[in-house]
C-alpha cells in the first residue's frame, strides 16, 4: 500500500503535457525509433523499425496494410521498393517530428525538386499534413529560385510525372509574375525550354498570365497574392 501511495498523485499534481511535449515525447521516440518497435519499412535492403501506433493512425493506407488480409499484417513488413528512399526518410522523420531535412546532405537532387518528390510520397500514403508542409516549403523555394534551371527542371519533374499536380499553382503564379524576366533574360533559356516541350504547362501558363494581365489592370494590389 505505502509503495502505491508513493506514485499517487493529487489531481492538481498532474504536469501539462500540452502540444510541445507531444512532440517532444515523439522526437524522443524518433531518436530511439528501434526501441519497442513493432513494423518494420524496407527499400532495397534498407530498414525502418517504426511503430504500428505512430506510422498507421496518421496514414490510413499503412493502417490498411496492416489491418487487412494483406501479407504486411503477418509479416510486420512492409515494402516500399517502388518509392524513393531519401523521400520515405523524410516521411518517417515527419511522422515523428512533424519536420523533415528537405536538403539532406546525401541528397540526388536539389530541395526544390525534393520537396516535390516528398508531396508525391505524402499524397501515395495519405498524409494531408505532409503534403501542406511539402507545399510550403516548395512555395518558398520557388519564390526564392525562380531565375534558376531548377525552375524549369521541377516544372518538367511535374509534369511528365504526375504525381505532384497540387504544386502547378504556385510554379504558375510564380513564372507568369516575372514573366518578362523569364522570357528576355539568358536564364531563362531552360524554362522557355520546357514551354515549348510541355504544351499542357504553355496552355495553362497562357491563361495564368492573361488573368495576372487583368489582374494587374484592374486590381494592381491583388497581382502579388
Not at 520537396?115 to 500514403?125: P, S
Request: charged letters at 20%.
Amino acid at each position: 500500500m505505502a509503495a502505491r501511495q508513493s506514485i499517487e498523485r493529487a489531481p492538481n499534481d498532474v504536469p501539462e503535457f500540452g502540444p510541445q511535449g507531444s512532440q517532444l515525447l515523439l522526437s524522443n521516440i524518433f531518436s530511439n525509433s528501434s526501441k519497442y518497435a513493432d513494423l518494420i519499412l524496407t527499400y532495397n535492403g534498407h530498414e525502418w523499425k517504426v511503430h504500428k501506433v505512430i506510422v498507421c493512425l496518421q496514414s490510413d493506407v499503412f493502417a490498411k496494410a496492416c489491418d487487412g488480409q494483406f501479407q504486411e499484417a503477418h509479416s510486420d513488413t512492409i515494402n516500399l521498393d517502388h518509392d524513393d528512399r531519401e523521400c520515405i526518410e523524410a516521411m518517417i522523420q515527419y511522422m515523428y517530428t512533424f519536420s523533415y531535412n528537405e536538403d539532406p546532405i546525401d541528397s540526388s537532387c536539389c530541395p526544390i525538386i525534393f520537396n516535390t518528390r516528398v508531396y508525391a510520397i505524402a499524397d501515395k500514403y495519405n498524409l494531408p499534413g505532409l503534403c501542406m508542409l511539402a507545399t510550403q516549403k516548395f512555395e518558398n523555394r520557388v519564390r526564392s529560385e525562380w531565375q534558376t534551371p531548377e525552375f524549369a527542371h521541377v516544372i518538367r519533374e511535374i509534369y511528365e510525372d504526375g504525381a505532384a499536380e497540387a504544386l502547378v499553382e504556385p510554379v504558375l503564379r510564380i513564372a507568369s509574375l516575372h514573366a518578362k524576366d523569364i522570357y528576355t533574360n539568358e536564364f531563362g533559356r531552360f524554362f522557355r525550354a520546357a514551354v515549348q516541350d510541355l504544351p499542357e504547362f504553355s496552355s495553362a501558363l497562357s491563361q495564368k498570365l492573361a488573368t495576372t494581365l487583368y489582374t494587374l489592370d484592374n486590381h494592381p494590389t491583388r497581382a502579388n497574392q
